[in-house]
């Protein structure tokens, strides 16, 4: 079991930044891909960025491309979203993950579920 909890969500201006912490506790921290989803109100949830075990390989949705840099810092335990130039459109309940892999991030699924931050985005 894997317990993920987020935070620094909070209320921007578009243009503005952001950045997003999720620390783990539970098994093994680099036993597992991590990553972000997010929902919109009214809307499904959607992959946002995941960064592989070991290599450190990133992901990201077209969306937050060139936007969003996601890290991970092994010996914290702690993922990172760092937020950039957002817009309104980012406005969501962001939720921190853990996978097996990074490819089950890509297939919009994930084994483990922080409860989520919320970002709001002023226009």
């Known amino acids: 079991q894997v317990h993920l909890v987020e935070s620094g969500g909070g209320l921007v201006q578009a243009g503005g930044s952001l950045r997003l912490s999720c620390t783990a506790s539970?098994?093994?921290?680099?036993?597992?891909?991590v990553g972000w989803f997010r929902q919109a109100p009214g809307k499904e949830r959607e992959f946002v960025a995941t960064i592989s075990r070991s290599i450190g390989s990133t992901h990201y949705a077209d969306s937050v491309k060139g936007r969003f840099t996601i890290s991970r810092d092994n010996t914290k335990n702690t993922v990172y979203l760092q937020m950039n130039d957002l817009k309104p459109e980012d406005t969501a309940v962001y939720y921190c993950?853990?996978?097996?892999?990074?490819?089950?991030?890509?297939?919009?699924?994930?084994?483990?579920w922080g409860k989520g931050t919320l970002v709001t985005v002023s226009s």
């Open positions: 993950a853990a996978g097996m892999s990074v490819g089950q991030f890509l297939r919009g699924a994930a084994t483990y």
């Open positions: 539970g098994r093994t921290f680099t036993s597992y891909a």
